[in-house]
């Protein structure tokens, strides 16, 4: 049995100096800490002040790159412009011919075209004029039905059929039989004597020999019109979802201020102006294929190259 017969501050005092010894310690390690610390931020600052250096030069010539850069691309906004004027007039330049190849082909046989024409109603939104020869009437309802296939077509007029055919006029004093004639005709009297006068009068009134009708028959090598007992007519189609308005070449130009203005004159700017128009790079005007306007052009090079046209016999 081992007894502690030592007084407790005995125990106290040595743990007290112990306490004291740690302390000194931690102390003096917090201090070379520190000034290790302060040592080496004060390199590090000193590194990277000496790098800073180093890279200013670098990068304030670059700074004056991008400036000059800057400088370049403002001067030659004018011929970025021009260069996307350019290019959407370029791609703008099939529509017009891309639009007739696909409403003539719906356009059924029977029906010989002579011109053709689109006009913009909006953005989305367009007019197909065309103009051609019919024979019968009941050609003439059959190609709206025809017409009517397009797709997007929500509407179609028509005008221009002349009636030629004979029919029965109402009865009068002269014709009680009821003889048929043609629209714009006398009526034959019933009494044969008197019927057979009108017609040796008819006969010698009416042309005789050739009279080059429709200008067949002839060398002249112009377009065929209609022959005798056939119609010219015209014929309007409403279609949607076509967008086939002229880009505006002179909202784009205006942007740019008086400069771009007095640069048009020059003859850089003549290129670019040649190319404004509606198809085939012809200048126009509002309402003929130009801004805002359709292309009243026909389109021979597509109506030559359609099947069972009376036309390929011009």
């Known amino acids: 049995m081992k007894l502690n017969l030592l007084p407790t ?9 112990t306490a004291i010894a740690g302390s000194l310690i931690l102390v003096v390690l917090s201090l070379v800490l520190s000034v290790f610390m302060i040592l080496k931020s004060r390199g590090d600052l000193q590194a990277a002040h000496e790098r800073a250096d180093e890279w200013k030069p670098k990068a304030e010539a670059a700074v004056a790159t991008a400036e000059f ?4 691309i403002q001067s030659a906004t004018g011929i970025q412009r021009n260069i996307k004027l350019a290019e959407a007039m370029d791609k703008h330049n ?3 011919p891309d639009l007739y190849r696909e409403v003539l082909g719906y356009v059924p046989a029977f029906f010989r075209v002579s011109a053709i024409s689109a006009t913009p109603t909006g953005e989305t939104g367009c007019l197909v004029t065309m103009t051609g020869i019919i024979h019968t009437f009941q050609n003439y309802a059959d190609l709206m039905l025809a017409l009517l296939r397009i797709p997007g077509a929500s509407n179609v007029s028509r005008a221009g059929y002349q009636i030629t055919d004979p029919a029965v006029p109402a009865l009068s004093e002269q014709d009680q039989v009821g003889f048929p004639a043609k629209p714009g005709e006398t009526p034959l009297p019933s009494n044969p004597l008197e019927r057979l006068d009108a017609l040796i009068a008819k006969g010698s009134s009416d042309p005789g020999g050739f009279t080059g009708t429709g200008n067949f028959g002839t060398t002249d090598p112009g377009p065929r019109g209609a022959m005798p007992d056939w119609s010219q007519i015209t014929v309007t189609v409403t279609l949607a979802d076509r967008k086939i308005q002229t880009p505006l070449p002179r909202a784009t130009l205006a942007k740019a201020g008086p400069a771009t203005q007095v640069a048009s004159n020059t003859g850089a700017a003549g290129k670019v102006s040649g190319v404004i128009g509606g198809p085939g790079g012809a200048p126009t005007t509002p309402g003929k294929g130009g801004a805002g306007g359709g292309a009243s052009a026909p389109a021979p090079g597509i109506r030559s190259g359609r099947r069972g046209s009376a036309q390929e016999e011009q």
Do not use: F, H, N
Request: glycine share 6%; charged share 25%.
């Open 94 to 96: 099939p529509v017009y």
């Open 69 to 72: 850069a800057d400088t370049i």
């Open 9 to 17: 501050y005995v125990s106290k005092e040595g743990q007290l100096r």
